[in-house]
């Protein structure tokens, strides 16, 4: 006998194979899940980071917004992929008096299969012109 002082039935063989399959794909499922939200959200911080990077570099009084954008596109393809800087814009806005240069990003939101947001991300990096 075991220690546990009774035997399996015959009913109940074989079920800690099937238990083991079903939580260990559902352990699989979450893993994805979180590691799907942690990728989402790195690009969504980059993205930020190199559009501000690149209002800061178009903001420069020797510099044009056009060279703004042109650094965000070459700031995303080198820290993630060229797809994700098909659509940057620079544009100068007057906010509080002062001129701003805002720097627009929108890429495509990593998402796997047809669940989660609008797969599309917009973002943008604002500073003020130096040639003020």
Do not use: K
């Not at 570099?57 to 917004?65: I, K, L, M, V």
């Not at 080198?78 to 001129?99: C, F, I, N, P, Q």
């Amino acid at each position: 006998m075991r220690s546990g002082g009774r035997l399996p039935s015959d009913a109940e063989r074989g079920s800690a194979v099937a238990e083991f399959a079903m939580v260990g794909a559902l352990v699989v499922v979450f893993f994805l899940a979180a590691f799907q939200v942690g990728f989402s959200l790195y690009v969504r911080n980059t993205l930020i980071e190199n559009a501000a990077e690149g209002a800061r570099y178009g903001a420069r009084a020797d510099a044009t917004p056009a060279a703004g954008a042109q650094r965000t596109r070459d700031l995303i393809g080198a820290t993630l992929s060229g797809r994700y800087a098909d659509h940057v814009s620079a544009t100068v806005e007057t906010e509080g008096g002062a001129r701003v240069v805002r720097v627009t990003v929108r890429a495509p939101l990593p998402v796997v299969g047809p669940f989660g947001p609008s797969q599309s991300l917009t973002v943008s990096g604002r500073a003020f012109q130096e040639s003020q």
